[in-house]
């Protein structure tokens, strides 16, 4: 490309960063390199170094830069799944007899990997209300290794200070993940605030388009970036060629998305403040949010993620959720599609019972990027 005189936009990177013209036939977009072995030129002459797909493969290695670039890291790496990432890393920075503090309103699956799986590998964990960095350091004991944040949380929408944990983690000599996956790197960069390594479910936001299942990470230090590598390698739970070049195009269109996300569910919100059977609202735009403050300081804008309660307790909530018609009654969340869900029953059962449990009269909306009045019209019939 060209040379630059000043730091390039975040939607010139996503759209150009690991993504030159193919230097054979000058395709402007990369090919999807579906293949898993390469030719050798002599016994180790490796062209590019790709030797096998596992290892590397040229269309997740332009989505890997880019990712890197996106939110400012050493290393990207792309994976199967965001659970599959989270794994990898857990597993690589963690060994039997550590421990880590974990928040206490998780994605369910990443709290269900703590709980169900790295338990029996004689992983630790605690749970803290990470919004209150105090009770971050509470939980910290001598074999701390990794503090864990989501932010904003799922499916709450709970903010957690990540300058001021960093502090705290690395003053325990601990490193700290956030899971970017709510906002993006669009609306918040980690890792300028000082986390060490930020997670993200590539199926949500980052692909856009509920067209693909995937997982990133990306390290701060290029160290750490290495040892992540290897055990990709080692591991195997890498993005498929396919897999990477959807989630590297709707990267493309990620800054207009979460503009119009954001934007979206601000008319949303407005519509439940209005409305008589909404009973609580969980957003971080409103300044009732407890920690809208630090919101305001660390994202750009508040994404298009919203949950709230209605009178009348779970089937009230449930049946809000059958009502809804242009909002899709689904899982998942962060697509072009208006989404509506019950967490209690449907995303987060896996937490039911636990210190994670989710209230039984919450209902949580991905606000898409459909024209806002029919959003807002959909939303007031379900709910009346
Ligand atoms: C979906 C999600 C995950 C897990 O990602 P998968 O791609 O479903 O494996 C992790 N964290 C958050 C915040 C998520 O929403």
Redesign the pocket.
């Known amino acids: 490309m060209t040379d630059h005189q000043h730091p390039q936009g975040f939607e010139t990177i996503a759209i150009h960063a690991g993504q030159e013209a193919d230097p054979v036939t000058g395709a402007v977009v990369p090919p999807i390199y579906q293949v898993s072995t390469y030719k050798q030129d002599g016994v180790g002459g490796l062209r590019g170094g790709y030797e096998y797909s596992r290892s590397a493969n040229p269309t997740r290695t332009a989505l890997e830069e880019c990712l890197a670039a996106l939110e400012g890291g050493q290393r990207g790496l792309a994976f199967a799944?965001?659970?599959?990432a989270?794994d990898t890393l857990l597993r690589t920075i963690l060994k039997p007899g550590d421990h880590i503090v974990i928040p206490n309103d998780a994605?369910g699956?990443?709290f269900r990997l703590f709980n169900k799986v790295l338990t029996r590998w004689g992983i630790s964990f605690d749970v803290a209300d990470t919004q209150h960095p105090e009770q971050v350091r509470a939980a910290i004991k001598p074999n701390t290794k990794a503090v864990w944040v989501?932010t904003p949380s799922?499916p709450l929408l709970g903010i957690t200070d990540i300058a001021a944990v960093a502090q705290v983690a690395h003053a325990a000599g601990a490193l700290l993940v956030v899971?970017n996956?709510?906002a993006s790197p669009y609306l918040q960069q980690p890792l300028a605030l000082g986390a060490d390594v930020v997670?993200h479910?590539?199926?949500?936001y980052m692909g856009g388009h509920s067209d693909v299942?995937?997982?990133a990470l990306v390290a701060a230090d290029a160290g750490l970036g290495e040892e992540l590598a290897y055990h990709q390698n080692a591991m195997g739970a890498v993005a498929g060629p396919f897999d990477s070049w959807l989630v590297l195009r709707g990267i493309k269109t990620l800054g207009v998305r979460m503009d119009r996300h954001s934007a979206n569910a601000e008319q949303i919100v407005a519509l439940l403040r209005r409305h008589p059977k909404v009973t609580k609202i969980y957003y971080p735009g409103l300044v009732e949010h407890a920690n809208h403050e630090v919101a305001a300081k660390q994202m750009k804008a508040f994404g298009g993620m919203v949950s709230f309660c209605v009178e009348g307790g779970e089937q009230a909530a449930v049946e809000v959720c059958n009502r809804a018609k242009l909002f899709t009654l689904g899982e998942?969340?962060g697509g072009v599609e208006s989404l509506i869900e019950h967490p209690g029953r449907m995303t987060h059962a896996s937490v039911a019972g636990s210190l994670l449990e989710v209230p039984a009269d919450l209902v949580r909306v991905s606000v898409g990027i459909e024209s806002a009045d029919d959003l807002v019209a959909d939303l007031a019939q379900a709910l009346d």
């Open positions: 799944s965001g659970l599959a989270e994605y699956g990443t989501e799922n899971d996956t709510f997670v479910s590539t199926t949500k299942v995937g997982g998942s969340l």
